[in-house]
């Protein structure tokens, strides 16, 4: 099923498989939202999804680099809240939670249609060492010029299409760290990793991004 993004009354951008919540009202605290959920609440769930809403179709269209399977993610992961939100023990957040049935509902898509996917190797774009033990520089070091061209917003597409072509595993951390902004603990988590493995996924992805913009300002292209 297809959804097309709709605009709500509140001028907010949002996919239209879910209405537009109704108008702000007082924050509600997690565990008494998460037990009005339980209770069947229905302005709860109307609650859960002016939070998260949003967040999540963000992430899942960063997995997914399309916007029509990552709006179809987006309706199975609320429909799998909405279901299973009595199974919710609160071992971790509501929306860590809510972030683990994203993740696992963009993946299990993209492991479907796995013939369509193209990531680069990451492993090219990582630091190369002679046998001295000095590094062998591809490209000169970093240069204020690459910092300006990541903070460039004329270029945000580019750096989108380079964040599309990490594989899942780097993608998936990147994207819950430093476009969801959680920390090292709330991604592990997620993801069922250890701490030391997402640092490492995360260190590896950020290397990639800073060559791949090295390249692009040094050599003219990415």
């Known amino acids: 099923m297809k959804h097309a993004l709709a605009r709500g009354t509140d001028g907010a951008e949002r996919p239209a498989a879910f209405p ?12 008494a939202l998460v037990a009005r959920l339980k209770a069947g609440d229905e302005a709860a769930f109307e609650e859960v999804l002016k939070r998260y809403e949003l967040k999540v179709f963000n992430l899942t269209r960063g997995l997914m680099r399309n916007d029509d399977d990552a709006q179809d993610a987006l309706q199975d992961t609320f429909l799998s809240v909405f279901k299973n939100i009595g199974r919710f023990k609160g071992d971790s957040s509501l929306s860590t939670w809510i972030y683990r049935i994203a993740v696992n509902s963009a993946l299990m898509k993209m492991r479907k249609r796995r013939h369509d996917q ?4 990451i492993e090219e774009y990582m630091p190369e060492f002679d ?3 000095h590094r062998v520089a591809v490209v000169p070091d970093w240069h204020p010029a690459v910092d300006q061209l990541l903070l460039n917003k004329e ?4 750096l989108r299409t380079w964040i ?6 780097y993608r998936t951390v990147f994207l819950l760290r430093d476009q969801e902004e959680l920390d090292n603990e709330q991604v592990a988590q997620i993801l069922g990793l250890s701490i030391a493995a997402v640092k490492s996924r995360l260190h590896r992805a950020r290397m990639y991004l800073r060559e791949r913009a090295k390249r692009y300002v040094y ?3 990415a």
Do not use: M, N
């Open 20 to 31: 537009a919540t109704s108008a702000a009202t007082e924050p509600v605290s997690e565990r």
């Open 118 to 121: 193209k990531h680069v190797a």
């Open 131 to 133: 046998d001295t033990g």
């Open 155 to 158: 270029l945000g597409g580019l």
């Open 164 to 169: 599309a072509e990490l594989a899942p595993e």
């Open 219 to 221: 050599g003219g292209g």
